[in-house]
């Protein structure tokens, strides 16, 4: 109850995020540095998160991973979530396509759906790639471990 009711409250007030920026950037460089410093502040404390309870619980992870549980929400920086668009899209998703992106609530419910192929796609290193597309549906077994701790904020 405590996550949901600390996810609501940084819906409304982003400014609150205080993400670890210099422990994220010790894993990401170059093209991957950016992406990661283009998400929303949300999103990176998220990322951060999930990347320490990763390395707190499999301290033998490799890079990719570390690195995909930074960026697994990377698909989210394609369009900015309005405060109510977060709220709505966290309580309800309906099937939309992918492609192409639209504005508004539509493209709001698109990047939620989506958003693990739309980073995939921008990203260039094949590993980190899957790992980011399979965020909703592990394959891997490092999918799987990300994808459990992810679910845990």
């Known amino acids: 109850m405590t996550n949901r009711l600390r996810r609501l409250l940084l ?15 010790r894993f990401l460089e170059g093209e991957e540095a950016a992406l990661y410093l283009a998400m929303d502040p949300r999103d990176r404390l998220h990322g951060v998160e999930v990347a320490k309870r990763l390395l707190e619980a499999y301290p033998e992870a490799p890079p990719v991973a570390v690195r995909a549980a930074l960026l697994h929400d990377v698909g989210k920086s394609l369009r900015p979530y309005r405060p109510l668009e977060r709220v709505l899209t966290g309580l309800f998703a309906p099937p939309v396509p992918i492609d192409p992106l639209r504005g508004g609530v ?11 192929l739309y980073g995939a796609r921008m990203v260039r290193d094949p590993q980190l790639a899957r790992l980011i597309r399979e965020h909703h549906a592990p394959k891997t077994e490092w999918g799987r471990r990300i994808h459990r701790l992810d679910r845990e904020f």
């Open 11 to 25: 819906a409304f007030f982003p400014r609150l995020a205080r993400p670890d920026d210099a422990f994220a950037l």
């Open 106 to 116: 539509l493209g709001a419910f698109q990047v939620r759906r989506h958003h693990p």
